[in-house]
């Protein structure tokens, strides 16, 4: 079964963290829940989940692809210098990375946003212009390995074009043996 | 588009209410909310959702198949007589229901359990063995039609399962035309 990371931080939104923990496990996935340290983490609607791993512990090959729900988690795990390693290793390994609502916050952090299409939440929508970010206000952005979406209610879209992407590299994978 | 309906009261588990919502949209189906009155429907988690439909407005045959969350949620909608006729509806005529956590309430008061293999979530199990259902402690139970699961961490087996039975409905269809 093939890993997929989460970068976790208290206070994330808690469907679109659930939404994709959940939906990656129907298709077969096993998601891992990465935070600062090992406990509980909140969500701002008091839902629950345990982080399985610490930043700092992650090795990052262990994972196919990363997620980065949103909610105001993003503002906390931007500040974690680990964190921000592994980002670095999914985008410039062309791996599956999928953000929503704040999540484009940490890759703004980690200087990864430069030229790329992407979507994000309304509210950080010009700090994202402001970091060179090419932004579209839709539903779903997908540019090459990184697919953004806005919000709770794009979530169906969201994943739709995230296992889209998964399933691409799970082919190419295959034939490069 | 097929519409798949929803039976929701306040006090809904709302992993339970938007997990199958946003999963049967990625799959291109529509769903439909109805409860007792129009207006915000207020889950567990303080999510909210509106209702599209009452229970009296809807006619059972727009839709394909029916879906009844948990939480708090079922203990109100067993008690509107609209909302157990729409029940009855599907399951005289083999449609796909699923039903998790507390949603077995409703086929209980309905009078639809006796005899069907089943599990929901255990604090109700005494209720569901009582009225003559064969109780099973799975995280999903596929029973013809008749899908249930006993509470959020089961959601991905839930919709793996119900979504099985829509596609195999839809191949069913086409075969008679």
Known sequence: MQNILFLVA??????????PYYRLKE??????????????LTGKHNY???ADVTFSEVRADDYVALVLPGGKSPERVRLDKDALTIVKYFMSNGHPVAAIC???????????????RMTCWKGVRD???AA?????DSSCVV?????TARQP?????????FLNILKLQKTEQVQVV
């Open 132 to 136: 060179g970010a090419m932004y579209e």
């Open 48 to 50: 629950q989940i345990q």
């Open 127 to 129: 700090d994202l212009i």
């Open 153 to 161: 209610s794009d979530l169906h879209a969201f994943m739709k074009e």
């Open 10 to 19: 208290d206070e994330y939104e808690d469907l679109e963290l659930f939404y």
């Open 102 to 116: 704040h999540g484009p916050q940490i890759l703004i952090s980690a200087g990864l946003v430069k030229g790329r």
């Open 27 to 40: 298709s077969g996935y096993n998601p891992v829940i990465a935070a600062s340290k090992k406990g509980a």
């Open 143 to 147: 540019d090459r390995n990184l697919v």
